[in-house]
C-alpha cells in the first residue's frame, strides 16, 4: 500500500531520492507503531485517535516539534492520496494542527567568512585537483545559489564557458539557467584541466579522487570542513551557503523577484524566507544608530 504512493511521488510529483526516502521511513514508522501499539496492521482503518497517541509517543521520544510535524505532513499526503485513488473516504488528518514550532532563524555566513574559505584553498602549498574541486564547489555554492543535489547532477555539458552560464535541473526537473562569474569561469577552467588526468567519458562535472561522481556527505563534509575552520555558527553545510548567496544579494539590493529565479523557487514565498535575514540586519542597525533605541541614564 505505501508501495504505489511512493511510486506516485516519484513519477507523477517528480520528488527527489533522498524525500521519497524520508516519506517512506515516515510511514513505515507509523505502521510499525499500529502493529505494535494498537494491534492493528491495515492503514485504511486508521482513525485520528490512533494518529495522536502517535504523536504522543514521537513527543516521548523527545525528538524537535519540527521533526513530528514533518512526520505527520508525511502521512497527510499519503491520506490525501489513499482519497484521491478512492481507497479511504476520509482523511483522517483533516483537522489535525501542527504542534507550535519556535522560529529557527538560520545565520548566513558572513561575506568576510567566506573569502577566508577561498583564500584559505588558494593558499594549500600544492595546487592538486582535489583543492582546485572544493575550491569551485564552495564557489558554486556562493555565486548560484544552487541546492546540492543540483550540484552533484551537474554534467559537463551543461556549462557553457562562451555563454558563462550553467544548466541546472532543479526540483520537479524543472530547468534553469544560472549566470557564472569571471572568477567562476577560471576555476572551473583549472579543475577542467585536472579531471581529464582522472577519467575520460564520465559526463558527471563533479567527481572523487577515485574517478567516480562525487557524493552527497563528500559535498556536505568539504563544506562543513572548510567553514568550520572560519566560522563558529551552529551549522555549515552547503544550504547556509545558498541561504548566504540569497541573505547577501537581498542585503545588496538585488530584486526579489531575480533571486527566486535563480534559486530556483516555484513561489515567491520560498524567497521571502530570506527576506527575514535582510530586515533582521537593517533592524539591528537602526537600533545602535538611532539615538532613542538607547536607554538615557
Known sequence: MIDPFLEYLSFEKKYSVHTITAYKNDLTSFRDFLETE???????EVHY???RSWIVF???TQISNRTI???VSSLKSFYKFLQKTKQVELNPLSKHKA???EKRVQLPFTSKEINEVINQIEKEVDVTFTSIRNKLIVELFYSTGIRRAELINIKERDVSLSDKTIKVLGK???ERFVPLLDTVIQTLKQYLKFKQEFTIGLEELFITEKGNKIYETLVYRIINTYFSQVSSKQKKSPHILRHSFATHLLNEGADINSVKE???HSSLASTQVYTQNSLAVIKKVYNQAHPKSHKTQ
Open 172 to 174: 520537479r526537473n524543472k
Open 262 to 264: 535563480l534559486l530556483g
Open 99 to 101: 504542534l507550535k514550532t
Open 58 to 60: 514521537l513527543v516521548d
Open 38 to 44: 494498537c494491534d492493528q496492521e491495515s492503514l485504511l
Open 49 to 51: 485517535p490512533q494518529i
Open 69 to 71: 510535524n514533518r512526520k
